[in-house]
Nanobody
Framework: VQLQASGGGLAQGGGSLRLSCVVS????????MAWFRQAPGKEREFVGV????????LYADSVKGRFAISRDNARNTVFLNMNSLKPEDTAVYYC?????????????????????WGQGTLVTVSS
């Protein structure tokens, strides 16, 4: 399974960016897809996740109402739409997917649950 993230760059505070992650090597629509981020000097943190074919989502409180995850199963791609960006959103963003379907929602917020990761894409937000 391979994940390729793209779309990072420089944005001004209040601006928008859209990240993409293309997945190969598995039946894309059958698996949840998540985004995490890691700021300099900080641990990797959960951003949000979208479930498999039904498409329900879960977000971290820090991005709720500003970020939205969507998926295009025909293109094996998951998107992270980021609006109202803040300087504290500056980080390397990673897409991830697990090797098993979870029995509960809450485990999807833990990076330990994920087996496959993209290479990361840097988002920098200026004030």
């Amino acid at each position: 399974v391979q994940l390729q993230a793209s779309g990072g760059g420089l944005a001004q505070g209040g601006g928008s960016l859209r990240l993409s992650c293309v997945v190969s090597g598995r039946t894309f629509r059958a698996w949840p897809m998540a985004w995490f981020r890691q700021a300099p000097g900080k641990e990797r943190e959960f951003v949000g996740v979208i479930r498999w074919s039904a498409g329900g989502t879960l977000y971290a409180d820090s991005v709720k109402g500003r970020f939205a995850i969507s998926r295009d199963n025909a293109r094996n791609t998951v998107f992270l739409n980021m609006n109202s960006l803040k300087p504290e959103d500056t980080a390397v963003y990673y897409c991830a997917t697990p090797a098993q379907i979870p029995s509960t929602w809450d485990v999807l917020a833990s990076s330990a649950f994920y087996n496959y990761w993209g290479q990361g894409t840097l988002v920098t937000v200026s004030s």
